[in-house]
C-alpha cells in the first residue's frame, strides 16, 4: 500500500511513505506542515507542542505564508549570473586545497583537507563573509556539523558554535548594510522591505545549515562510492552531470524527513487524518524499482531523472544548483589531481557519524602514489 501505519516514539501511530510517487504526493501537497512544533518526532522522543516554534526567518521549519514571504526574498537572489561567478570561485577555492591535501603528503585525511573546507568556503562566498573572519566562521561551523573533532561535550561545543554563529550573522547583516558586498546577504539585506535583522540572520543560518554538511558528506562519501571500482571514476571523469545526479539518487544524504497533516488528506486511497504525522523516506523512494531499474545498483551513466535527493515541492533545496555545481567540480578535479587515489585503511576502519538524520564520515585516510 502507498502508506504504511507506523508507530512514533511518542506512540503516535502515524503513517510513512516510501515508494516515489507517494513521497512526491505527501511533499508537493500543501495541506501538510514541516513545523517541528507540530510534529511527531520520527526520529525520537517527540509529540506536538515539546518542540518550541521556529524562530522568526528559519524559513526551511516554516509553512505558508511565513515560508513563502522568507523564501520569495531569497530565490531571486540564486541567478545564473551568481552561479557562473560562484562556479569561477569554486574552481579556484578547489584547485587550492587540492594543493594543500598533496602538501599535507600521502596519507592524508580527505575530509579534513578537502571535504570540510571546500563547501565552507563556498558558503563563505555566498554570504559574503569577509576574508577576515573566514577562519572564525569556518571554525564554528565545523563545530556545528560535528566535524571539527572537539575533544570537549559535543553537545555543549554544537550548542555554544550555533549561539556564537547566531551573533556572527547579526554581525553580518549589520556590515552589509554599511559595506555591501557582492553576495546573497547584501542583496538580501538592501531589499529587505519588511525583514528584520533577526529574520535576516536566520535566513542565512539555514542557509549555512543547508549548504555546509550535506556537501561535505556528499564529497565524502561520494568520494568511497568511486573508489570501489575504477571504472565509476572514469564514468564520473567522462560525465560529471549523469555521474553526480545518480551519486545523489544512490546515496540520498538526507534519507528521510517527516510532515504533519493539518487537516483531513486522502493520499491515493488512504486517509491521513488531521494531526497524523507522515515519515517521509527520501532514500527509500530513490531507490523505488517502480521508477529506477535495478535501484540499488549504482548506475553512473543512467543520470537518475527525478531524484529526491533534494526534496520535492515547496521546500526543495533552494541551493541544490550550488550543490550541483560543486560536486561536478570537485570530483572531477579531485580524481584528475590524484588518478591513482586510494582508501589509506580498510574500510571497516572508516568511522561513520552517528546520526539519525544526515550520514556522513568522521574521517577518510586517503594515499596515492
Not at 159 to 170: E, V
Amino acid at each position: 500500500m502507498p502508506l504504511s501505519p507506523m508507530t512514533y516514539p511518542d506512540g503516535h501511530v502515524g503513517w510513512r511513505a516510501h515508494d516515489h510517487a507517494t513521497v512526491r504526493a505527501v511533499l508537493a501537497d500543501s495541506r501538510f506542515s514541516i513545523r517541528p512544533d507540530k510534529m511527531h518526532n520520527p526520529f525520537g522522543p517527540g509529540s506536538p507542542g515539546d518542540a518550541p516554534p521556529s524562530p522568526p526567518g528559519a524559513f526551511t521549519d516554516h509553512d505558508p505564508p511565513d515560508h513563502t514571504r522568507y523564501r520569495g526574498k531569497l530565490t531571486g537572489q540564486f541567478t545564473v549570473r551568481r552561479m557562473r561567478v560562484l562556479a569561477e570561485r569554486l574552481e579556484v577555492i578547489t584547485a587550492g586545497h587540492l594543493d594543500s591535501l598533496e602538501a599535507q603528503g600521502s596519507p592524508a585525511d580527505l575530509v579534513e583537507h578537502f571535504a570540510v573546507p571546500v563547501p565552507g568556503l563556498m558558503i563563505c562566498e555566498l554570504l559574503g563573509v569577509p576574508y577576515d573572519r573566514r577562519t572564525e566562521f569556518q571554525q564554528d561551523a565545523m563545530l556545528l556539523t560535528g566535524a571539527s573533532g572537539a575533544e570537549e561535550d559535543e553537545g555543549e561545543a554544537m550548542y555554544a558554535a550555533f549561539g556564537r554563529l547566531q551573533q556572527f550573522m547579526l554581525e553580518m547583516v549589520a556590515l552589509k548594510r554599511t559595506q555591501p558586498t557582492d553576495d546573497v546577504l547584501s542583496d538580501l539585506v538592501g531589499s529587505a522591505g519588511d525583514l528584520t535583522d533577526d529574520e535576516m540572520a536566520a535566513m542565512g543560518m539555514a542557509l549555512l545549515g543547508g549548504g555546509l554538511d550535506t556537501t561535505t558528506n556528499m564529497l565524502s562519501l561520494g568520494t568511497l562510492e568511486l573508489l570501489r571500482a575504477q571504472e565509476r571514476v572514469d564514468a564520473m571523469l567522462a560525465d560529471p552531470d549523469a555521474a553526480v545526479e545518480e551519486l545523489l539518487r544512490y546515496i540520498s544524504l538526507t534519507p528521510a524527513t517527516a510532515r504533519t497533516a493539518l487537516e483531513d488528506v486522502e493520499i491515493e486511497g488512504t486517509l491521513v487524518r488531521a494531526g497524523d504525522t507522515v515519515f517521509v523516506e527520501l532514500r527509500s523512494a530513490n531507490h523505488d524499482p517502480a521508477r529506477y531499474a535495478d535501484p540499488d545498483l549504482l548506475d553512473l551513466v543512467r543520470g537518475a531523472p527525478g531524484h529526491l535527493a533534494f526534496g520535492h515541492g515547496i521546500h526543495q533545496c533552494i541551493g541544490q544548483h550550488l550543490a550541483r555545481i560543486e560536486l561536478k567540480i570537485a570530483f572531477p578535479g579531485l580524481f584528475t589531481r590524484f588518478p591513482k587515489l586510494r582508501l589509506a585503511v580498510p574500510e571497516d576502519d572508516l568511522r561513520h557519524r552517528a546520526s539519525l538524520v544526515i550520514g556522513g564520515l568522521d574521517s577518510m585516510p586517503v594515499a596515492w602514489d
